[in-house]
């Protein structure tokens, strides 16, 4: 029989430590609120994280290929924008593959210049999210934009709608999220990216195309944007022009609290699933213990840094770091 | 000529040989598109140019020194408006009540110290756990932020003390106080960087890692002493800017980490670390101002001047990899 050495302790801890922390998370929540684990409340967070949780998915894919994604923030004001606007022009059926159309343009314009052209990452997405609002803001004027007739229209069946009692923007978080799981874990493409993001050239001299995976990494990304898009405006109907401000950040927390390597070669689509949930259950929990709606923030920021540390402190088998 | 001159002399001077060409392209430009009548290339509008560029290139020097050190500070913005708050706020406290004008010296060293400290943190966290300084202080940057808004909630916080706002509007031989502060700071880490063991240092650290631990250097506390000099100068740009409006809104120094960022890298600062100038920093720094400045002149929306300023940044990133680019092809084989 194996023995547990203290080795061995640290080692399940560092893999599993995310899933830990959460389970002791949900406990000590659940034992503070009665609430917090009733039904409501858990599709609630659910709900809520949906957005954030569709674009994390498509970040896990450009994260793990070694790159980053500054742009999906910008990038899903854009797709939102412009989904309303082409529905009172074009109508539904025909706006949501154009909108999904023009934001794999624009996935297709970084995945280029990342892929092909060998560009620094986060300078180019943080280029992206520069012009891609200045697009946004140009294409809408400055105005923000509504749907005209709110009522009628079955547009917002994916943002507002359920199937089987089940909200519809879970639904295609769900969905997506056991798709996207498959194509990374069980397919050829998936492997590749991860040899891409573990070792570039290593890969490229075993006859992977680094240019065209990469390519395709932000592709998916862009997709889950315009997913993310289309819930926020079918879910609001109506938009600003920076609905979608500032959420690079916390997509990129959540698929770093679930354990990815900003270096590349690592990372889950369950994990990035997992650390999602992390930062929903933690906004609604400390909500629902009467604690200020921006503590969440502060404990957010403990749990990213002590997260992380624990993994790196894992693999190098001690916890502070040796540099001098 | 040596081999590879020709490209370091066209990467140094291509900064300002662009704020050349929009200096040129918006006056002639202005005189065809422009609303006003005023000339863009007065005096006076060069002055107020330099004037608000203050805030964003002050925070944009101790960026060149961090980016150079090899690491990133994406928290600036977040200590940059708790700087303010702490400037703002402790001019009000009972305890300096009876300091009378005295009250924003201490306000000053009050803020500027909790800048320093809330950089210094993220130095000690980057170096103790080695968590990789992007992670630290995009984790920082919400945390920070967070403390801000818990304060006082979605409220501004505001404080006018005249003695003080007479001051930030001074102007000392035709310069407003904002532009000496910028010019001083700008010296100042120009001297660190190439004059001072730690500059040098600091570059070694930036350019090879390993090699420098190797050399003996003590990587550790270079890094720290970095990032509490960003934290300063975010703290002290606070400082400049809120002394003249008196009024801060918990928003505040939101995207101040992505303009800094912008403005380093244009000025040639490498985001892997070991190159890049505080001369050429200033250069970026100008030449966004003056992008912003003259896209307004000829009558073009903010929605233009993030478009043209997202595609300049990832233009000059070609450039500078078509530049470099023989270089490395030999080294990678």
């Known amino acids: 029989m194996a023995t547990l050495t203290k080795q061995k302790i640290g080692g399940i801890l560092a893999r599993q430590g995310i899933l830990i922390a959460f389970a002791i998370f949900m406990i000590a929540f659940t034992l503070a609120s009665a609430k917090f684990l009733s039904v409501d409340n858990v599709f609630s967070v659910v709900r809520s994280s949906a957005i954030l949780g569709v674009m994390a998915l498509g970040v896990t894919f450009v994260v793990i290929s070694g790159n980053l994604d500054l742009s999906v923030g910008s990038m899903m004001s854009f797709s939102t924008i412009v989904v309303l606007d082409l529905h009172d022009k074009i109508g539904p059926a025909l706006a949501i593959p154009a909108m999904f ?224 | 000529m040596q081999p590879g001159a020709l490209s370091k002399a066209l990467k140094s001077g291509a900064i300002w040989g662009f704020i050349v060409l929009e200096l040129i392209f918006f006056s002639v430009a202005g005189e065809f598109l422009s609303l006003s009548d005023k000339a863009f290339m007065n005096w006076e509008n060069m002055l107020l140019l330099l004037k608000q560029s203050a805030p964003i290139g002050i925070i944009a020097m101790g960026m060149t020194m961090v980016m150079v050190n090899g690491n990133i500070d994406l928290s600036v913005g977040a200590t940059f408006a708790i700087a303010a708050i702490v400037l703002l706020d402790s001019m009000t406290w009972p305890i300096f009540a009876g300091l009378g004008d005295w009250v924003i010296p201490v306000a000053w060293l009050l803020a500027l110290l909790v800048g320093t400290a809330l950089g210094a943190l993220n130095g000690l966290i980057v170096w103790k756990t080695g968590v990789d300084a992007f992670i630290v202080t995009l984790g920082s940057m919400l945390g920070y932020r967070g403390v801000v808004f818990m304060f006082n909630g979605e409220n501004p916080t505001s404080h006018l003390n005249w003695t003080l706002v007479d001051f930030a509007e001074a102007e000392f031989l035709g310069l407003a106080t904002a532009s000496w502060f910028l010019l001083a700071v700008t010296l100042v880490i120009w001297f660190l960087t190439k004059h001072t063991v730690h500059g040098r240092n600091a570059y070694a650290i930036g350019d090879n890692r390993d090699a420098a631990v190797n050399a003996g250097i003590r990587v550790g506390p270079h890094m720290m002493i970095n990032f509490a000099i960003i934290g300063f100068l975010a703290a002290l740009s606070a400082v400049v800017f809120y002394s003249e409006s008196g009024s801060v809104n918990p928003n505040d120094g939101q995207l101040y980490e992505l303009w800094v960022i912008t403005a380093v890298v244009l000025g040639g600062t490498k985001i892997t670390g070991g190159a890049g100038s505080v001369i050429g920093t200033f250069g970026g720094v100008i030449a966004i101002q003056l992008l912003r400045k003259g896209l307004g002149h000829i009558g073009a929306d903010t929605s233009t001047v993030n478009l043209v300023i997202g595609c300049i940044l990832i233009a000059v990133l070609f450039l500078d990899r078509q530049l470099n680019v023989k270089g490395k092809e030999e080294l990678k084989v």
């Not at chain 1, 809408?140 to 917002?156: L, R």
């Not at chain 1, 932000?218 to 405006?233: D, E, H, P, R």
């Open chain 1, 101 to 324: 159309a023009m934001t794999l343009c624009l996935g297709a314009i970084i995945g280029f210049l990342v892929g092909y052209l060998r560009l620094n990452s986060l300078i180019v997405t943080l280029g992206m999210l520069s012009a891609i609002h200045g697009l946004t803001l140009t294409y809408s004027g400055g105005q923000n934009m509504d749907i005209a007739d709110k009522e009628g229209t079955w547009f917002s069946v994916f943002g507002q709608g359920s199937a089987l009692g089940i909200p519809v923007p879970i639904l295609i978080f769900v969905g997506l999220a056991a798709f996207l799981g498959v194509v990374l874990a069980r397919t050829p493409f998936g492997r590749k990216v991860y040899a891409v993001g573990g070792n570039g050239t290593a890969a490229t001299f075993s006859g992977i195309r680094r240019a065209r995976i990469v390519f395709q990494c932000y592709l998916i990304s862009s997709a889950c944007v315009a997913t993310a898009g289309l819930i926020q405006a079918s879910r609001s109907l109506g938009s600003q022009n920076t609905v979608g401000q500032g959420l690079e950040l916390e997509v990129l927390a959540a698929v770093i609290l679930g354990g990815a390597s900003l270096l590349g070669g690592s990372g889950t689509i369950f994990k990035t699933v997992i650390g999602v949930l992390i930062l929903g259950f933690i906004q609604n929990g400390l909500l629902l213990l009467g604690l200020q709606f921006y503590v969440q923030f502060v404990v957010t920021w403990v749990i990213i840094i002590l997260a992380v540390w624990l993994d790196i402190a894992a693999k190098r088998g001690k916890l502070l770091s040796p540099i001098a």
